[in-house]
């Protein structure tokens, strides 16, 4: 009988059995030694280890703890693939052979034949308990701070360069539309002019002071117009309460005085003025003068005395059209005595105009709490906070994406002035200094969340406070709004916690972070809703003095008097 192979005997369709194994002799040396390094034999070390991971196999089934359902463990870290044991699962044949995948398909109901050989070729399933999944994640390696990089995604910082050009755009028409760049200097200066006094009577000398600008910039007038910090366009200013009352009591003193000839002009003046300096006649009470403003019967040469606002606080006098012109004011000929102006003097000062239109009502221009953000004192504010600001806004919007970084930007930004108009409502603050702080609360809430991602993080933590305290020391001097620094800082890190995304490694660590959310949320709205309550009902604005030792530190015995003098109203925000 002709010799017929065991594949051939075989049925068509049917698997063919493995081969039995057999004996080929003593393996050699070489062999032996091999297979020794491949499979080291079991040390002490070892044996200790797979006790423990035994042990706790059996205690985990109690807990029902599983490791499947943490999401993107991968993405955060896990062994590499060719470290992963594989035996964990079932593995098909498909995937072991895909060409075996026809030899091993279901047979029909009532088939008979090819379970076993069918069983034999599968793998076995071995199940790891809750222990041994928990001492895996325990022993397993952490993902490194190249292997987290790779996996982080990356933005385009739209958002830092669309505030960057809205910055220098607002700067050029802050310059061009209000009359050009201040004097550059550190102290304010004196100008003097020679003007016509009332009734042609005598030339009189009269001196304005002029506030400089050494940040190569625009006025201080300029900024309130554009949108700067400024607490008496924002809320009712007690000050300007005060300085009402007083003027009605100096007006009880006033009368409508008649100049004498040949210009016989009105005006109110005391009547001991009108008669010893001018040689005038008193005509009567305001009313006289009132009806002369439309009627010229008494008054000849026609009233030429009406009230005008000069300076920022909105400081009435009552003068000639040449000087109050001279003194940069808002001339109201329509009017005689300065209370009856009323508030008009701060809606000449506060008008806040873009692009031709007024913005909001005087004094509830709460608007100026963001519109202040985006405004700049001069180019050198400019260069040395907002190429700052720029700098570190690009590197956090690469990480985190422009709404994440706006919603922070902004928060901290608002709360920073909300803070300054709290302890110094009566400067013009403009800057984004603010929102810089809050940014470096971002920076800080990073290193912390990511201590185990970052490279040498306390030296990388220490970096950034030291740079937080150099700039608020910094602050200490009249130049620099400190206010609006530290509470940029403090909206800005707790708002970090709400819309900057972090890393977390299993439930426990996600369900902490997301606490850290919970917290941090109705912490910014506390402070939001109290700043708001103070920074609108407070009766005083003085109320705590001491406090100004935060913007200006005495280090001479005359230095802040010396530096607010030249400042008195015109503070950058950073």
């Known amino acids: 009988m002709a010799y017929m192979p065991a594949e051939a005997q075989q049925p068509a369709g049917v698997p063919t059995a493995p081969p039995r194994a057999h004996w080929d002799g003593p393996p050699d040396y070489d062999t032996v030694v091999d297979e020794a390094e491949r499979n080291p034999p079991r040390t002490l070390t070892r044996g200790i280890t797979d006790s423990l991971q035994y042990a706790g196999a059996s205690i985990g089934r109690w807990f029902g703890v599983h490791d499947e359902d943490l999401a993107g463990w991968r993405r955060t870290g896990t062994l590499p693939q060719s ?168 007006e009880s003193q006033l009368r409508c005085c008649k100049g004498g000839p040949p210009y016989e002009q009105c005006g109110m003046l005391p009547a001991q003025t009108c008669t010893s300096q001018y040689d005038g006649t008193v005509l009567g009470g305001a009313s006289v003068c009132r009806a002369e403003v439309n009627e010229t019967d008494q008054c000849v040469g026609g009233v030429v005395l009406h009230p005008c606002c000069v300076g920022l606080l909105g ?73 700052l600001k720029l700098y570190i806004s690009w590197k956090i919007e690469r990480r985190i994406g422009w709404l994440r970084i706006m919603c922070v930007y902004l928060i901290s930004g608002i709360g920073g002035f909300l803070l300054s108009g709290i302890f110094d409502p009566t400067k013009v603050s403009v800057g984004s200094s603010g929102s810089l702080f809050g940014l470096y609360g971002v920076l800080i809430l990073e290193v912390l969340q990511g201590w185990k991602w970052v490279r040498r993080p306390g030296a990388e933590l220490f970096k950034i406070l030291l740079i937080v305290i150099f700039l608020l020391a910094l602050g200490t001097i009249p130049y620099i709004d400190n206010f609006s620094q530290i509470g940029g800082f403090i909206f800005g890190f707790f708002a970090s916690f709400i819309f900057v995304p972090y890393i977390t490694i299993g439930k426990w660590d996600r369900a902490k972070k997301l606490g850290l959310v919970l917290i941090a949320f109705p912490i910014i709205l506390a402070l939001y809703f109290v700043g708001f309550l103070i920074f609108y009902n407070l009766p005083n604005p003085d109320f705590c003095p001491k406090c100004s030792y935060i913007n200006c530190i005495p280090y001479t015995a005359t230095f802040c008097e010396d530096f607010l003098s030249a400042f008195s109203s015109l503070v950058p925000g950073g």
């Not at 006025?219 to 607490?231: D, F, I, P, Q």
């Open 315 to 387: 400081e009435c006098i009552i003068t000639t059209e040449e000087n109050c012109t001279f003194q940069e004011g808002y001339w109201h000929p329509d009017k005689v005595v300065c209370s009856e102006v009323g508030t008009d003097c701060f809606k000449d000062i506060c008008e806040f105009s873009w692009i031709g239109r007024t913005i909001g009502q005087t004094p509830s221009q709460g608007i100026r709490f963001l519109a202040a953000i985006f405004l700049y004192d001069g180019v050198i504010h400019l260069l040395l906070i907002g190429l």
């Open 83 to 250: 470290e992963r044991i594989a035996s964990y699962s079932l593995i098909s044949p498909e995937q072991e052979d895909p060409a075996a995948a026809v030899e091993l398909q279901p047979r029909q109901r009532g088939a008979r034949g090819g379970g076993e050989g069918e069983r034999e070729r599968r793998r076995p399933r071995e199940r790891r308990s809750t222990i041994r999944r928990i001492t895996d994640t325990l022993t397993r390696r952490k993902p490194t701070r190249e292997e987290v990089k790779e996996t982080l995604p990356t933005f385009w910082p739209v958002f830092t360069i669309l505030v960057a050009i809205i910055e220098v755009g607002l700067l050029a028409a802050t310059i061009i539309t209000g009359g050009g760049l201040a004097p550059i200097a550190f102290r304010p200066k004196s100008e003097h002019q020679i003007i016509t006094d009332f009734n042609n009577q005598s030339q009189v000398a009269v001196t304005r002071e002029i506030v400089p600008n050494f940040f190569i910039g625009p006025s201080s007038a300029a900024l309130v117009h554009t949108g700067a910090k400024y607490t008496p366009c924002m809320r009712e200013n007690i000050e300007f309460q005060i300085n009402a009352a007083r003027d009605l009591l100096e």
